[in-house]
């Protein structure tokens, strides 16, 4: 499935501007992924991570490149009754690497070759009771603005073009109009100038994702899996810290690590 097939079921409504009728670029989309995780110890993790392209061409290249391997390889046999991390967030992007041992790798060399960067929002307020549902759904729409910082700021140098719409995976249709309530919200203070001030939040609801939002999952999760466990070998956080446009105070320590 290319990029621009999966791009064309969007629906069309919520758009606010004259400019949000027209045919969607995949070199102006941004694809918004989330990763959950509870400890052994009963801590909360949850990621959110927004991916935007540097050049209009990102998403297609990615795509080209993935699809390239998937011929190469052919269809993956494995039957695992256990997917792997990558298997269950990005069960497209890992599965042309599936049946071999470098499933994680070979992903994030696809990472690091896409032209792209990523804001990255981290919530692991360790031993803090929480009420799962209602704390997941208010992370996310703080997790969501506070990567809006972020991309805002990545706007600012000159020659830069936004994105129009932000693509983010539905919750069903209560959960995700509540999270477009607080989208629109957010940007009603925007000048008429402010670069984010069109920028458009659509929810996927398709069974099958594009590869970019499989991506941003996968960021995600291997953020996830790193403040987890900081000791395991884990090539796609590797891969992402090289893209990061932030740098959350959680990841810190592993910048001065990568320093030395």
Known sequence: MTLQHAIAPLPRRGRTSASAIEPLAP???????????????????????LCWP??????TALTEAWQVVRERRGEPSSNAATPSWLGHCAPQLGAPFRDTTTEE?????????????IAITISDARGIPRTRTATREVEQQQGLSHCLVTYA?????????????????????EVDQRCLETFRRSRTHLSSADPLRDLQLRFWKEPVEPLPLELAHAAAASVVRHRASEDI???VFDAVFTKLANMPFQLQRSLRLKRR
């Open 105 to 117: 790798s070979s992903v994030a060399a696809l990472v690091v070759r896409t032209p792209m960067q």
């Open 54 to 59: 540097i050049v209009p061409t990102a998403w």
């Open 153 to 173: 700021q990545f706007l600012g140098a000159p020659g830069r073009r936004p994105c129009s719409v932000i693509v983010s995976r539905s919750q069903g249709e």
């Open 233 to 235: 070998a884990n090539p």
């Open 27 to 49: 070199g102006r989309v941004a694809f918004l992924g989330s990763a959950y995780a509870s400890t052994d110890g009963g801590d909360a993790i949850f990621v959110q991570s």
